[in-house]
């Protein structure tokens, strides 16, 4: 399959912040882009990433199984880019992570489509976060099931709408200090989304299959460090503050109560394990992709918080 034009992509999780970058690389291949989402009017800012006509937004919900069947048998390849970070009442980890891609995997395996899942780097390790251990439970249901897969675990992705450096950024305009949870000892590859795409667009070119890729860019940095590159950048000086795992849990038990916590007790529990790429097989360097540093990236979506 090394040219992608007029086919048939059904993204879920398209309309979020991967999801919005891979559709622009796909548009550009000629691909005919799917997405189901709950709300199609929140995803019309996806439009104008291509042609008319070639971005279809279809109401849908992750428990109609009737429309997942229709979707899937009127697919070339799916792509699932479905996560959730916190729990919510509706949308625990195992519903979300778990039990939809057993139900979309079970489809793929009737009409022998393709499949690429995105999961997230060292959900085979870590052993008490839920969020690890759905993720980890679905990459496994799927190298079961199907014969034609890949698995996508990247490391911790920035790019103009991502959730950590934005939210810290944003932290630190209000905040004299800034958290550091556990020491600020974690380590992680932050991996561009722009790379990520790259990579997919790749996989699909080339027809690889059943295999697992894991997505890190060109250097590894504690959590501490993150957070000094982000100061450093935005020209603000604010104190790093330790905070130890126990207090750290009594205050994500008030914070995961809240409609969008800052902090909840499984995202301490996969501070617990370094988020950096172990499989040298099957990286960036396998499809002769230079990631980018996010020191050279950081300062463009950044400069809105920058103090002059």
Request: glycine share 4%.
């Amino acid at each position: 399959m090394n040219n992608l034009r007029n086919l048939k992509i059904t993204i879920f999780g398209g309309t979020g912040f991967l999801g919005r970058h891979l559709i622009k690389y796909l548009c550009n291949h000629e691909c005919i882009i799917q997405v189901p989402t709950r709300s199609p009017a929140k995803g019309y800012f996806l439009q104008p990433l291509g042609d008319v006509g070639q971005i279809n937004l279809i109401k849908f919900d992750l428990s109609d199984n009737k429309k997942l069947k229709n979707l899937v048998e009127n697919s070339d390849i799916i792509i699932n880019l479905v996560g959730i970070l916190y729990e919510k009442k509706r949308n625990d980890f195992i519903e979300v992570h778990y039990n939809f891609v057993k139900k979309l995997v079970d489809n793929i395996k009737i009409y022998k489509k393709k499949f690429v899942q995105v999961s997230a780097l060292g959900v085979n390790k870590s052993k008490d976060s839920l969020y690890s251990k759905s993720k980890n439970q679905a990459d496994i249901y799927i190298k079961k099931n199907l014969e034609k897969f890949l698995i996508i675990r990247p490391s911790l992705i920035f790019g103009p709408e991502d959730n950590f450096f934005n939210k810290f950024a944003q932290m630190s305009l209000i905040s004299p200090f800034l958290p550091l949870i556990a020491g600020g000892t974690t380590k992680f590859q932050p991996v561009y989304v722009e790379d990520v795409c790259k990579g997919i667009i790749k996989i699909l070119k080339k027809n690889i299959k059943n295999k697992i890729f894991e997505f890190g860019g060109p250097d590894i940095f504690s959590f501490k460090e993150l957070l000094q590159i982000l100061l450093k950048i935005i020209n603000r000086k604010r104190i790093l503050i330790y905070i130890p795992r126990k207090i750290a849990i009594l205050m994500a038990k008030f914070f995961q109560v809240l409609p969008n916590p800052l902090l909840t007790e499984d995202q301490i529990k996969l501070l617990d394990n370094d988020n950096i790429v172990l499989n040298t097989n099957y990286t960036f360097r396998y499809l002769d992709i230079n990631p980018v540093s996010l020191e050279l990236i950081l300062p463009e979506y950044l400069k809105r918080f920058k103090k002059y």
